[in-house]
T-cell receptor, first 116, second 112 residues
């Protein structure tokens, strides 16, 4: 069984400040890990994914995440927040590279608030 | 290349009615997944289908819910005799094989 824990249902940062969204996972097999972003009333957009090629993964919109096996973590970061980053962010885990077969297991999400 | 399409975007039903949610996968994608998002919750996997086959329905409620992906046409998620607890956002995702899943904009179901 797999699970994802996202620490902090709401995170507030100032525009221009570092963004750090935390994700810890549990998996009995080597995991594939994903970050998705959801803007209000829209579907989910893939930000980045870890598929064991490299532990530091760069995604779209300046986001990146680092896979740390010893900490079972896959935290999402962005050096400088922009107002347009305000959204809901979901971390997900799967046994499969594309999240296929039995679907993705999602965390509950973190709502990112950007203060002007 | 059009993305995953879902319709309707918003659906209102009274208790006891049927809800039909449609999902057209991206061109070239033959795998479809349905997820449900309850308020303040993450997405929960419901069912995984390939053309004319249900591969995994371990996340589907045992009663009132069914899904299909016919040879021609969109995938359909059907909820019979809806109850207030069915109110949620339902998302469809598609993929090419077990590759990355791409999500549609969702259908927001409200049960009165």
């Amino acid at each position: 069984a797999q699970s994802v824990t996202q620490l902090g249902s709401h995170v507030s940062v100032s525009e221009g400040a570092l963004v750090l969204l935390r994700c810890n996972y549990s998996s009995s097999v080597p995991p594939y890990l994903f970050w998705y972003v959801q803007y209000p009333n829209q579907g989910l957009q893939l930000l980045l994914k870890y598929t064991s090629a490299a532990t530091l993964v760069k995604g779209i919109n300046g986001f990146e995440a680092e896979f740390k096996k010893s900490e079972t973590s896959f935290h999402l970061t962005k050096p400088s927040a922009h107002m347009s980053d305000a959204a809901e962010y979901f971390c997900a885990v799967s046994e499969w590279a594309g999240g296929g077969a039995d679907g993705l297991t999602f965390g509950k999400g973190t709502h990112l608030i950007i203060q002007p | 290349n059009a993305g995953v399409m879902q319709n309707p975007r918003h659906l209102v039903r009274r208790r006891g009615q049927e809800a039909r949610l449609r999902c057209s996968p991206m061109k070239g994608h033959s795998h479809v997944y349905w997820y449900r998002q309850l308020p303040e919750e993450g997405l929960k996997f419901m069912v995984y289908l390939q053309k004319e086959n249900i591969i995994d329905e371990s996340g589907m409620p045992k009663e009132r819910f069914s899904a299909e992906f016919p040879k021609e046409g969109p995938s359909i998620l059907r909820i019979q005799q809806v109850v207030r607890g069915d109110s949620a956002a339902y998302f469809c995702a598609s993929s090419r094989g077990t590759d990355t899943q791409y999500f549609g904009p969702g259908t927001r179901l409200t049960v009165l």
